[in-house]
């Protein structure tokens, strides 16, 4: 169990990171759960977690919400980064604004809540950064590019803040989800096809959208909780990896992305993706 250990989860109001604030629960944390919408966080108050009322591009609630739990614990033992959404969409006709926008969610806001953790964590001389990234960190789609540029610098600033953090006894770990069933997908496709119509991609979009939806299928997806249940172990761990592949497929994908030349990647990604 991890008696007295503090735990901070971003993105908490639905899916993976709901689960995960249950599971930290189970296993003794005091949860902090983070969103902008505390009224779908009643569940998880109702199961001993606090809320937070948190933005990611608002710089100052997430100032506050750091400062209130070590106000309030005095220490800050774990930070899952699990925010962040996916907009899709051709290079070429997604608005400069909204690709700034999912970098500020998915990207630097992680950083932020990373700059206003770390403090606390050295000063105690231990602590745990679980980022949540995907296996869109590692592979990449036609039509995904802002996403899949974000989910890389996830990776790349979790491997330089690995290195950085570990003389001061901070652990960084990165989580990578296969297709997991939360509305992260309808999201995406939606957005695909809004961004696309009408557009030279149009009909690349639809193909693409058919193959994003028929992975995230109950067939085929995995469910949010057993990416919880992954985090909560690797928060409660006293020895972990760097990275955590999870779900089904995932393993599978990124191996397939650092054993073939990137020719043969593009001709079998084409050939899914355009059908």
Excluded at 113 to 128: D, F, N, V
Aim: aromatic share 6%.
């Amino acid at each position: 169990m991890a008696q007295d250990k503090v735990a901070l989860v971003t993105g908490a109001s639905s899916g993976i990171g709901e689960h995960t604030c249950r599971e930290l629960v189970l296993r003794g944390f005091t949860v902090y759960a983070a969103a902008r919408r505390l009224e779908r966080m009643r569940q998880l108050e109702e199961r001993g977690v606090r809320v937070l009322g948190m933005d990611l591009t608002d710089d100052a609630s997430m100032v506050g919400g750091v400062g209130r739990i070590l106000s309030e614990q005095g220490r800050l033992d774990v930070l899952v980064n699990n925010a962040g959404y996916a907009s899709y969409g051709s290079v070429e006709d997604v608005p400069l604004d909204d690709a700034r926008q999912q970098f500020e969610v998915n990207v630097f806001g992680m950083g932020r809540l990373t700059q206003l953790a770390t403090p606390a964590m050295r000063a105690q001389g231990s602590g745990r950064i679980i980022n949540v990234s995907s296996i869109g960190g590692v592979f990449y789609e036609p039509l995904g590019g802002w996403y899949h540029a974000a989910k890389f610098a996830v990776e790349g600033l979790s491997d330089c803040l690995r290195v950085e953090l570990k003389p001061y006894g901070i652990d960084v770990v990165i989580i990578e989800p296969g297709p997991i069933l939360t509305e992260w997908s309808s999201i995406a496709v939606n957005s695909l096809l809004e961004s696309s119509e009408g557009t030279a991609y149009e009909q690349q979009a639809e193909s693409v959208a058919r193959t994003v939806s028929a992975a995230y299928s109950e067939r085929t997806g995995t469910p949010p909780e057993v990416v919880g249940r992954r985090i909560a172990r690797v928060a409660a761990a006293r020895r972990t990896r760097s990275r955590y592949p999870v779900g089904r497929g995932a393993r599978t994908i990124i191996s397939a992305r650092r054993l073939l030349p990137d020719r043969v990647f593009d001709a079998l990604i084409s050939r899914i993706y355009q059908r």
